[in-house]
Every structure is written in structure tokens, then in C-alpha cells.
């Protein structure tokens, strides 16, 4: 049997009614740029990321409670959750 992608077997998540981010999203993006994604958060992709003075790497996640998507940077530049 070939294996089916998390989207595939159940959907995208929902989003709300109003399309608001849910309560832990908005903390997430408050949080401090070494903060760990909470627990609702699935990572989509994960893509280093090449800059002058250095690299990071940025990372795209989903939350399943909300539908909402937010990305976290390690760079030099923009560093923290978006």
C-alpha cells in the first residue's frame, strides 16, 4: 500500500469561521525567536537558507488546530516566528 500524505488521508485543517490564528498560534507569534512550536504545529518544510554574513534555515509549519501556517527563521536576518 503506498503511503498517503497527512492532506491526503484527512484534509487540510479547517480554518475558523473568522480566520483567526487560535490562541496558541497567537502566542507563537509572540514568542521569543528560540521558542519551541507548540504542540498543534506540524512542519511542512524546512529549507536552508543561504545569506552573506551567514545562513539559517527557515521552517514552514501548519497548525492543525487552526488551518493557519507560520514560519520560523534562524538567520541572521529576520530571526523568530512570522
Known sequence: MAQQSFQTRYGSP????????????????RA???ERPHARLMVVASTPVVEAFGG????RYLCL???HTLMHSTGRFG????
Open 14 to 29: 479547517p480554518m475558523s469561521d473568522d480566520d483567526a490564528a487560535c490562541r496558541a498560534c497567537c502566542g507563537q507569534m
Open 32 to 34: 521569543h525567536w528560540d
Open 79 to 82: 530571526q523568530g516566528w512570522h
Open 65 to 67: 488546530e487552526c488551518g
Open 56 to 59: 539559517g534555515v527557515e521552517t
